[in-house]
């Protein structure tokens, strides 16, 4: 928590979440919010940034006039009694965000996994343009990554802006396509409804659906329907076992690494390559294994899909993008794969040498010989170069989200449910992962149900009790944790859990299996501009179910 203590030592730290989690607990203030309800209380914030003559854009900014409009609509008296949060904070909310020389609306994954996750992801950099702390430093600013720079790379079929999205639809709900894919909460009903365009074959990578898609134990009945399914995996989980065909990759440990997600969202541009620690011998890399499936699903015979030409193939495309004949520069290498493609996009990079042209830039043999990495400095101003939109503006109010209000509204008259159901994470577990892991799995079992102590005492339950936790979709049964670090009427558990089914080998994940929160998600309950499920703020009951909870064994 060094950087928490660190801003907070310089300005102010406000957490706004139903939990009290580790970061609200070191923070100047906790606001614990009515889950879904983010985006009305930013509504809420630009409205007074509006009303009280408080927003300052810059000048590289579309629709400012437009969404003092929409924000008209949204004082804090109208929001206050849904979010939680009272009419004087929202509004000191507002001034103290933009009266700050630096200040910043920051928002992670919960805030996405919500009935109204694209509007509050939205609002968030609406509220950091209109208060003048977007592309500045102490603001909202875009990284600048050394490779693989979504920012500084262009993106062939996408000039002059991103395409709106919806331009074709799933077959059964009719969801939209968002960037050419499809919501993961539509996978169970597509390959279970027959007819034209039915889903038959599923290829996984590393990956564990059926504990981690809404609606997860669902999806775990019709895999078995499929007339095919490739799991590219180490794990026999609860996914791969119902797997034709499991092809494991190599270790980590085994294998080159250069952080190409991480670094994307990092607050220095850097660049780091580790070298393998262990040979892996003659085994096949997990990049050999997609390609081979790749000529395999083109219908090519086994014997004749070519690696090196289709590798070739994605290393010539990703050329193009990047302004160079690949053909051409292919005669430098000795090797194809991940790194002749890492090396392609280090050296056309920011950083680059950009083949020769940047004499001493970046290439990949460089960052070889500086096995601690390379930092090339903290985050830079880059509008509007970085503007794909033709005007090389930010368009602030699109129709397609404004077309959602209606709904944010209607949720203001909803009747507030008497218990909603959030997510929470764990530092010694990500996702569905590491729970095979003993080192990680030792001390008390992690998979419990938060709840306030006003709330237990009205459900007549305790510390330990088991309960049966119920929704539209369905019901799990849990151990309880009575605890004041969450807002009254919110219940929380821990996502990635459920383990123990039959036919998987994963015993230390299965000693201590927990339940699958996912079991409780309802399909109607979305996100609908992005069709994305709804993991957070569920309408749930507790019942006491007579039992106590004995925690497992450490391991």
């Known amino acids: 928590m060094g950087l928490i203590e660190?801003?907070?030592?310089?300005?102010?730290?406000?957490?706004?979440?139903?939990?009290?989690?580790?970061?609200?607990?070191?923070?100047?203030?906790?606001?614990?919010?009515?889950?879904?309800?983010?985006?009305?209380?930013?509504?809420?914030?630009?409205?007074?940034?509006?009303?009280?003559?408080?927003?300052?854009?810059?000048?590289?900014?579309?629709?400012?006039?437009?969404?003092?409009?929409?924000?008209?609509?949204?004082?804090?008296?109208?929001?206050?009694?849904?979010?939680?949060?009272?009419?004087?904070?929202?509004?000191?909310?507002?001034?103290?965000?933009?009266?700050?020389?630096?200040?910043?609306?920051?928002?992670?994954?919960?805030?996405?996994?919500?009935?109204?996750?694209?509007?509050?992801?939205?609002?968030?950099?609406?509220?950091?343009?209109?208060?003048?702390?977007f592309d500045t430093p102490g603001g909202a600013m875009f990284p600048k990554p050394a490779a693989w720079s979504i920012t500084t790379q262009p993106l062939p079929g996408l000039e002059g802006g991103l395409a709106e999205f919806g331009r074709w639809h799933t077959r059964v709900r009719g969801a939209k396509e968002v960037l050419g894919q499809a919501p993961a909460s539509c996978m169970t009903e597509e390959i279970a409804t027959p007819g034209e365009g039915q889903l038959k074959a599923l290829i996984t990578v590393a990956g564990n659906p059926v504990l981690s898609t809404p609606g997860g134990d669902k999806l775990d009945e019709v895999l078995p329907m499929l007339e095919a399914m490739i799991s590219v995996d180490l794990w026999l989980n609860e996914t791969t076992r119902h797997a034709d065909v499991i092809l494991p990759g190599l270790s980590p440990l085994e294998q080159p690494h250069h952080d190409d997600l991480i670094l994307l969202f990092a607050i220095h541009s850097i660049a780091n390559y580790s070298a393998p620690v262990f040979d892996p011998g003659d085994r096949p890399h997990e990049w050999e294994i997609l390609i081979r499936l790749t000529g395999l699903c083109t219908g090519t015979p086994t014997e004749d899909v070519d690696?090196?030409?289709?590798?070739?193939?994605?290393?010539?495309?990703?050329?193009?993008?990047?302004?160079?004949?690949?053909?051409?520069?292919?005669?430098?290498?000795?090797?194809?794969?991940?790194?002749?493609?890492?090396?392609?996009?280090l050296r056309t990079g920011p950083f680059g040498d950009q083949y020769g042209k940047n004499p001493g830039g970046l290439t990949l043999d460089l960052l070889k010989a500086n096995p601690n990495g390379i930092d090339f400095g903290p985050m830079v101003s880059q509008l509007p170069e970085i503007l794909g939109t033709p005007d090389?503006?930010?368009?602030?109010?699109?129709?397609?989200?404004?077309?959602?209000?209606?709904?944010?509204?209607?949720?203001?008259?909803?009747?507030?449910?008497?218990?909603?159901?959030?997510?929470?994470?764990?530092?010694?577990?990500?996702?569905?992962?590491?729970?095979?892991?003993?080192?990680?799995?030792?001390?008390?079992?992690?998979?419990?149900?938060?709840?306030?102590?006003?709330?237990?005492?009205?459900?007549?339950?305790?510390?330990?009790?088991?309960?049966?936790?119920?929704?539209?979709?369905?019901?799990?049964?849990?151990?309880?944790?009575?605890?004041?670090?969450?807002?009254?009427?919110?219940?929380?558990?821990?996502?990635?859990?459920?383990?123990?089914?039959?036919?998987?080998?994963?015993?230390?994940?299965?000693?201590?299996?927990?339940?699958?929160?996912?079991?409780?998600?309802?399909?109607?309950?979305?996100?609908?501009p992005s069709g994305n499920g709804a993991l957070n703020g569920i309408p749930v009951t507790v019942l006491e179910d007579q039992a106590r909870f004995e925690s497992a064994q450490s391991v």
């Open 6 to 133: 660190g801003i907070r030592k310089r300005g102010k730290v406000i957490v706004i979440d139903p939990v009290r989690t580790q970061t609200a607990a070191q923070a100047d203030e906790w606001l614990p919010i009515v889950p879904g309800t983010d985006a009305a209380l930013l509504l809420a914030v630009a409205h007074t940034l509006f009303d009280e003559d408080l927003v300052k854009p810059g000048p590289h900014v579309d629709g400012v006039e437009t969404m003092g409009k929409v924000a008209a609509d949204w004082p804090p008296e109208r929001v206050s009694e849904v979010t939680g949060i009272d009419v004087d904070t929202i509004r000191r909310l507002a001034r103290e965000l933009a009266g700050a020389e630096k200040s910043v609306v920051y928002g992670r994954i919960v805030l996405c996994n919500q009935e109204f996750g694209s509007l509050a992801s939205w609002l968030v950099d609406v509220i950091n343009i209109l208060t003048g702390h």
């Open 307 to 345: 690696v090196a030409a289709i590798d070739d193939g994605f290393f010539d495309y990703l050329a193009f993008t990047a302004g160079v004949d690949g053909a051409e520069i292919r005669k430098l290498y000795e090797h194809g794969g991940p790194e002749r493609m890492l090396d392609l996009t």
């Open 392 to 528: 090389k503006k930010i368009r602030l109010a699109p129709q397609y989200l404004l077309d959602d209000l209606p709904r944010l509204a209607a949720r203001l008259r909803r009747p507030a449910e008497p218990l909603v159901l959030v997510s929470r994470r764990h530092l010694r577990s990500n996702n569905t992962w590491l729970h095979n892991v003993p080192a990680l799995m030792k001390g008390k079992d992690r998979c419990t149900l938060l709840i306030h102590p006003d709330d237990a005492a009205r459900c007549g339950v305790s510390d330990n009790d088991v309960v049966t936790v119920k929704s539209e979709a369905g019901e799990i049964k849990v151990p309880v944790e009575v605890t004041d670090a969450i807002k009254p009427g919110v219940v929380s558990m821990p996502h990635g859990w459920g383990h123990g089914m039959p036919g998987t080998r994963m015993s230390v994940a299965n000693g201590s299996p927990g339940v699958n929160t996912n079991a409780l998600s309802v399909p109607t309950f979305i996100d609908e």
